[in-house]
């Protein structure tokens, strides 16, 4: 027990006690800490079985890769579909071309040959003419003799003729044809691209839609792990915090349970540190002051004891709670890597998305290109439709004008043998003139006889009264012969008479009606130089047409030839005019623009476009 007259003691003793009473405190203080941190931590095990049954496996969402579209290839093999189709349709209409510059060829040389024939025939007929003025007639004869063989000729050479433009005509059909041919073709390329806009326009809302639901799919699932997945994060971090304040709880109970038992060994120390100076400064007291160390070094190992113990008590949980806290922090690293690799998932899936959506994207540009490619398609379509129906309408009035015009041709040839037939006819005048003589020649008996029957009745009286009887009887037979031949030929004359009469009225009705088939005649070479003139100009502008085509893809010499069939059909047209008193204005049918196949064939729509804007073919854009 200290005694007062050492107060250091007594002092000490009575820190050891408020230590002894503190520590006890501490304990129980301690101890319930520890129980509610255990308590505490019993659960943890709970949560973070839950927490592993509750792990997310991301694995399972798979986003389907990305497949190449065939629409390209498909769009390309059309396409090339289509340019084979349009090649073998050009080389087919480069074939006929090829036959209509010969044909053209050919009917040029026909007309050149016919047209020197006739003139070589006019020739002859002035030389006939002139020969027949002069009555050499032995150079009539032969000169008429060429002249039949050169009319033979020009027969022959008007057949070759219109077997040449027989065959023009039939190369401008084959050409038509081809151009009907390409139509249809650049039709069905059109349903081609349009079938193909609307396959590709189907994919691509299917693409899209299949895209957009698996993608909804994908961002359910993704949405649903994630959510998960930060339930999880929150009860994690819930439970770092909890973890963290026990573990900062428990640290702070150690150094708050010690706190005074090392200020009380710091004191300890230094009270050591001035008794061993005091030892050494009093050597007299060395025996007290070794029992004091003594006594305090038993006090501070006591202390150390008591630390050690508390420490200790201490050691256990906090080992349990750095235990958790690794396991939480490997939780935690965990849960990092999941949602780094839902991250990734959802990168994947608006990657999957874009792509899809992409992939539509450019689906449906592939169907606005194919689309506007088949309307363009239908829109030459149309464009060569409407010009080949000018065309057609022209090569129709053409063929219907040739028609026309032989059909009146052979009118007026056939009305020519019938005024031939007429003028025949008048020939009968001989037979008239011989009648009227016959007639003449009965009046002239009959007159005779008249007069000679009053004769012989004078003579046959004279003769009875002369006693000449045999006289009078023969002067009375004779005059009895001619009023017996008086009567006969008043028969005879009146039948003559009436047959004169006849003749006259049939002579008549002939020269009315050699009058009425001359009119005729007048009339319908009028219709034929009408119809020609029509078709002159209808040829005139169709190789003007042609030329200019020819120019503009730089055959020279066919241009040539049409130039000159042009010109030549122009200058036919102007010998017309004044003789018929024709004008171009009086035949307002006839088209003003003309148009040439091969033309139509090789131009582009916009070319076209602005082709049927000129010759006034309303198009709507």
């Not at 129980?28 to 941190?37: A, G, L, N, P, Y």
């Not at 004891?305 to 200790?312: G, P, T």
């Not at 037939?421 to 003449?440: G, P």
Request: hydrophobic share 35%; charged share 35%.
């Amino acid at each position: 027990m200290p005694t007062p007259d050492h107060p250091s003691a007594y002092a000490v003793d009575n820190q050891n006690l408020s230590l002894k009473h503190d520590a006890e405190s501490d304990d129980i203080i301690t101890q319930s800490d520890k129980s509610d941190f255990d308590a505490s931590q019993s659960t943890t095990p709970t949560v973070l079985a839950d927490g592993d049954d509750a792990e997310l496996d991301t694995s399972n969402i798979s986003i389907p890769d990305s497949q190449p579209s065939s629409k390209d290839d498909e769009f390309e093999h059309i396409k090339a579909l289509i340019s084979e189709k349009l090649q073998r349709s050009r080389q087919l209409a480069a074939s006929v071309s090829g036959a209509r510059k010969d044909a053209v060829r050919r009917r040029r040389k026909a007309t050149d040959d016919l047209n020197l024939a006739s003139a070589k025939h006019r020739d002859l007929e002035l030389q006939l003419e002139n020969a027949c003025e002069a009555e050499d007639f032995e150079a009539a004869e032969r000169i008429s003799d060429s002249l039949a063989t050169i009319d033979k000729e020009r027969q022959a050479l008007l057949a070759t003729l219109r077997d040449a433009e027989a065959q023009c005509d039939t190369v401008d059909s084959k050409m038509h044809d081809v151009l009907d041919s390409h139509i249809v073709a650049e039709q069905e390329c059109a349903t081609l691209l349009s079938n193909f806009a609307k396959d590709a326009e189907n994919e691509a809302d299917s693409v899209l839609k299949q895209a957009q639901e698996l993608s909804s799919k994908e961002m359910d699932e993704w949405f649903l792990s994630n959510e998960a997945l930060e339930a999880k994060k929150i009860e994690l971090d819930i439970e770092s915090h909890f973890i963290n304040e026990a573990r900062g709880a428990v640290n702070d109970s150690i150094e708050h349970s010690i706190e005074d038992y090392r200020k009380e060994q710091e004191i300890l120390h230094k009270k050591k540190d001035v008794l061993t100076d005091e030892l050494q400064k009093l050597l007299a007291l060395v025996k007290e002051k070794e029992k004091e160390i003594a006594e305090n070094n038993s006090k501070i190992k006591a202390i150390e004891e008591r630390i050690a113990d508390v420490v200790s008590g201490f050691q256990d949980s906090q080992s349990s709670i750095d235990t958790k806290y690794d396991n939480l922090q490997g939780e935690l690293s965990q849960m990092h890597l999941q949602s780094q690799a839902l991250s990734t998932k959802r990168k994947e899936i608006d990657k999957f998305l874009a792509e899809g959506e992409g992939h539509g994207a450019k689906l449906k540009e592939l169907a606005r290109v194919s689309e506007d490619e088949a309307k363009a398609c239908e829109e030459v379509v149309e464009l060569r439709k409407s010009l080949m129906l000018s065309i057609l309408k022209s090569m129709e009035d053409k063929v219907r004008l040739a028609n026309t015009e032989e059909k009146l041709i052979e009118d007026v040839q056939m009305l020519h043998q019938e005024v031939s037939a007429l003028r025949a006819s008048q020939e009968l005048s001989s037979t008239k003139s011989n009648i009227q003589q016959t007639v003449a020649s009965f009046k002239q008996r009959i007159f005779f006889i008249d007069k000679r029957v009053p004769e012989l009745e004078s003579e046959k009286k004279v003769a009875a009264a002369a006693r000449n009887f045999k006289e009078a009887a023969r002067v009375a037979t004779e005059a009895k012969s001619l009023t017996v031949e008086k009567d006969g030929v008043q028969v005879d004359l009146e039948g003559a008479t009436s047959e004169l009469e006849k003749l006259e009225e049939d002579m008549k009705s002939t020269v009315s009606r050699l009058q009425d088939t001359e009119q005729l005649i007048s009339s319908k070479e009028k219709e034929v130089a009408m119809a020609r003139f029509q078709r002159l100009l209808l040829i005139a502008g169709a190789a003007t047409a042609e030329r200019f085509t020819a120019l503009e893809l730089g055959d020279t010499e066919e241009a040539n030839l049409l130039l000159a069939e042009a010109e030549a059909a122009k200058t036919e047209a102007k010998k017309l005019q004044p003789i018929f008193n024709f004008n171009e204005e009086q035949f307002p049918n006839l088209p003003k623009h003309f148009l040439s196949t091969e033309l139509v064939f090789n131009l582009g729509r916009k070319q076209l476009a602005e082709l049927a804007a000129s010759v006034g073919l309303h198009h709507n854009d």
